[in-house]
């Protein structure tokens, strides 16, 4: 399930390669992680939508940089209402830290993601999350024993993809958080249809994530109905009121 290097946008092609040299963490973490599946039977049964609203101060598709401090748009975002929150700790494309992740998770009281490219198992040590990402395309070890790795250490493993195989890969690697990116890592372009297509595939007893692309209310009911538990958005919360907007994608129309 490793990335072949030519079916790869240009700046994914940066972005896993910087991955690979990035060093791991000296001691192995231990992580007493916050229920995600708990936060998000909690927010529905509120009446409300699961939002994961992600801090990501730039990216290859943003323009700029949203330099506030993330701690703050952490909390509004909270306070917009979010379920969850994915934080990027990729530092050379997506403006992230781990030291960002580190002070938000103190802060807020809800799961915290954690955003990065992680190909092998010493990278989970760089800090501690109640979840991480796996991104099934890009792992350089064994689906399966990352994701072991990963729950031994207390993580909760959301496991991303983006076409038919690699969701097989997840389920047969025992992934019960699945996040289906809408956004098409070779092209760098968004189609929700990803998500509608993949959806019916997915047995009911895994936790089910629309990745991407989600940028109205409309996009989120499209999402819902085609069976999202959740839903990851990034840009579209990032872009003005950070509270207004988790609040507006966080409440059903
Ligand atoms: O967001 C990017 O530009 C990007 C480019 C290359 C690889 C990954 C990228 N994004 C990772 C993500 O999964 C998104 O940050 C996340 O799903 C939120 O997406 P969005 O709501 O569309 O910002």
Do not use: C, Y
Request: cysteine-free; glycine content about 8%.
């Amino acid at each position: 399930m490793n990335a072949s290097g030519d079916e790869l946008a240009p700046e994914v092609r940066a972005i896993v390669d910087a991955a690979r040299e990035r060093p791991g963490g000296d001691t192995r973490v231990s992580v007493d992680a916050r229920s995600f599946p708990d936060a998000v039977e909690q927010t529905v049964a509120d009446g409300r939508i699961p939002v994961i609203a992600e801090v990501k101060p730039t990216s290859p598709t943003t323009e700029g940089v949203r330099d506030d401090d993330p701690v703050e748009l952490a909390r509004e975002m909270v306070t917009g209402g979010a379920t969850a929150l994915s934080v990027l700790t990729e530092p050379d494309h997506f403006g992230g830290t781990t030291d960002s992740l580190r002070r938000i998770r103190d802060a807020v009281d809800v799961p915290v993601l954690r955003k990065d490219f992680v190909v092998r198992e010493e990278q989970l040590d760089t800090v501690e999350s109640d979840l991480v990402l796996l991104i099934a395309r890009f792992v350089d070890e064994d689906l399966s024993d990352l994701v072991e790795a990963a729950r031994e250490r207390g993580f909760q493993p959301l496991v991303e993809v983006h076409t038919r195989d690699e969701l097989v890969a997840a389920l047969a690697a025992g992934a019960d958080i699945v996040g289906i990116n809408n956004r098409d890592l070779g092209r760098l372009d968004v189609d929700l249809g990803t998500f509608e297509a993949l959806a019916p595939e997915v047995p009911d007893d895994v936790l089910l994530v629309a990745e991407s692309g989600v940028k109205t209310t409309d996009d989120v009911r499209r999402m819902r109905e085609a069976g999202a538990d959740a839903l990851l958005v990034g840009t579209a919360i990032m872009d003005g009121d950070v509270r207004q907007n988790t609040h507006t994608l966080s409440t059903p129309t």
